[in-house]
């Protein structure tokens, strides 16, 4: 038998064990009614105490909803979703509003933990977590945020850090005013879905001129069954601000899917920048393609004002289907758009994921570095598009898209878009797909590795360039995400 | 020490080596000299334990014990190393990074602690430095774009680092230049000692120059037909393998 044939039969003979976070958490939880309908719209809305104008907003959105139809030009495939048949809200029943970690439930803290997780700021800062590394984390379970840490630090520097469904309240104006102005409530079938219920995410608004003091990060758990998640984040960098972002997320394993629907919206004004991160480890689905989560995902950030800069770095390695392609409005001249992706897809899962360019002001700039790696019977595609207004004169953008296959079940497919109406637009496309050859596994295990260890090694070398571009700690993080989605034995 | 016993393999249904017996003693440098297509590439990856290579008969022994149901990591955990005639290109893999994971890998395998990162290092710089590798090699990706005398003498790095207790040479010389030449043999006589064996594969008399062997052995249809002292080379140089591969067949 050739060594990859072997890997690939190891490959496939990884299920659900193979995925660390699929336990489930035994906590009593409040839920909507099933289904949908405006009595659920109404239901969340209330549960959150909302404001008339965003039960209306919600409500606006659930009716043109029911209007559309789902999309289907993407290249996954699965059954059709019966949205009456979902729960669109739950919540820890415990965890209405604590004050601080002490009223948090202690088996959620406990969730946290087995997560790796770090939610106790005195431990962070003790050093208990190792590193030394101050990370500011908003943990949202199902429909709501549990806890966020490092608030009065942050406060301290003037940045917000929150839940959404708390920045309502404290922040009308601010939600009011950029809620929607990213992704449009009609933008697309999932968006508008997100947009009617939505429950949690997170907020955060870095103020002029203010470079945030520590990464923030939101991690996101899915627990109930048959309960969809849909949050929303929203973040705001003012005129020449930074901020880091994180997210991370897992599931329970669970036989039947689960269904994803974020919506991310980020604006950068001026000379502000956004590094947002994204570790995707939602429950795959078992070896023979059962469960897993359907992750149906909005992200887009409009880089609104001049000089701004807009970077997504995102390692997918989870989802049964991933249906997502954050992007960037290129709106004010100079502004800049980056697009690091690494989509590692394994036993069935299908992956339709790339990103849009949309250059509309002048001398804008983006860059697209997509790794995509397909092993099993899996399905990988990039799709992007690359677009030049008219009046972006100047516009540039460097596009790069390699596949890597392993095994000979699974596919890699590039969809490239790319349009200009500026003649003085340059964009530059490159792709290249290969395979890991028996050759290279036969050299690496000559020298000891054995087969798992040299393929994570080769995959590892493959996606180098934007494991570079994530940030030092979640970048180790990511290198072991990756050997234990290909493999069985390795991590 | 190597024993290979009477060893029989196939590729694809097609039978390579027919009966392949030679024993190679610690402290031993045997040179195997032969024609193309007499299995000589193929007798290095049937040892080494490659995929795809199914033998059917005979053993291959290191220091006493068989090789055969072990996996080519296993063996070179052992104590086993070859040098590739091709070595592979591993993009975005650093030398170091390779280096440091292949020499914890077989530690990993032996029950050893991980070598730190600062012994590893000084260990890597002194070894490089001996073979003229430049620090600038082992910051760029393994092999891509590395001549093909860079290449041939990373894998003597790479044997030098490993410190194996056997090692066969598949054609080390292939594109190689005199001062490359000299270099890959002043690195292989530096190990020779007398717990250590080689097996050295060559077209060519001139690698033998610089690596003068105890004993050559002429293969042909898969099996040694003469085995002499270094003589033997010479010999080899001046008339050729015409008359061992027609005794042979």
Known sequence: MAA??????????????????????????????????????????????????????????????TTMREPNWARVHYPKIEYQDLYYYAAPKSAAGPKSLDEVDPELLRTYEKLGIPLREREILAGVQGAGTRVAVDAVFDSVSVATTFKAELAKAGVIFCPISEAVHSHPELVQKYLGSVVPVTDNYFATLNSAVFSDGSFVYIPPGVRCPMELSTYFRINEQNTGQFERTLIIADKGSYVSYLEGCTAPKRDENQLHAAVVELVTLDDAEIKYSTVQNWYPGDSEGRGGIYNFVTKRGDCRGARSKISWTQVETGSAITWKYPSCIL???????????I????????????????????????????????????????????????KASGARNFTNCDSLLIGNRCGAHTVPYVESRNSSAQFEHEAT??????????????????????????????VRDVLQQLPMEFAVEAQKLISVSLEGSVG | MLEIIDLHAEIDGKKILNGFSLTVKDGEVAAIMGPNGSGKSTLAYVVAGRAGYEVTGGDVRLNGKSLLDTGAHERAAAGFFLAFQYPLEIPGVTTMTFLKAAINAQRKQ????????????????????????????????????????????????QMVLLEPSFAIL???????????????????????????????????????????????????????????????????????????????E
């Open chain 2, 110 to 157: 032996r029950g050893e602690a991980e070598l730190s990162t600062p012994d590893f290092m000084k260990k890597v710089r002194a070894a490089a430095a001996k073979l003229g590798v430049r620090d600038e090699m082992l910051r760029r990706a393994l092999n891509v774009g590395f001549s093909g005398g860079e290449k041939k003498r990373l894998e003597i790095l």
């Open chain 2, 170 to 248: 598949d054609e080390t010389d292939s594109g190689l230049d005199i001062d490359a030449l000299r270099i890959v043999g002043d690195g292989v006589n530096s190990l020779r000692s007398k717990d250590r064996g080689f097996l050295v594969i060559t077209h060519y008399q001139r690698l033998l120059d610089h690596i003068v062997p105890d004993t050559v052995h002429v293969q042909s249809q898969g099996r040694i037909v003469k085995s002499g002292g270094p003589e033997l080379a010479h010999e080899l140089e001046k008339n050729g393998y015409r008359d061992y591969v027609a005794a042979a």
């Open chain 1, 331 to 341: 709106r004010g001249d100079e502004s800049r758009g980056e697009f690091y992706s």
């Open chain 1, 433 to 462: 797909t290969s395979k890991i050859s028996d050759d290279q596994l036969f050299y690496c295990m000559q020298r000891g590795l054995s087969a798992e260890e040299a393929t994570a090694l080769i995959v590892n070398g493959f």
């Open chain 1, 343 to 390: 989509a590692i897809s394994n036993g069935h899962q299908q992956v339709d994921s790339g990103t849009k360019m949309l250059h509309l002001g002048r001398n804008t700039s983006s860059r697209i570095i997509s790794k995509g790696i397909s092993a099993g019977q899996s399905n990988n595609t990039y799709r992007g598009q690359v677009f030049a207004h008219r």
């Open chain 1, 4 to 65: 990859v044939q072997e890997t690939v039969d190891k490959v496939k003979s990884i299920d659900v064990d193979a995925y660390k976070y699929g336990f489930v958490t035994d906590i009593e939880s409040e839920r909507s009614a099933k289904g949908l309908s405006e009595e659920t719209v109404r239901f969340i809305s209330a549960k959150k105490n909302e404001p008339a104008w965003l039960t209306e907003w919600r409500l606006d959105a659930y009716r043109r909803w």
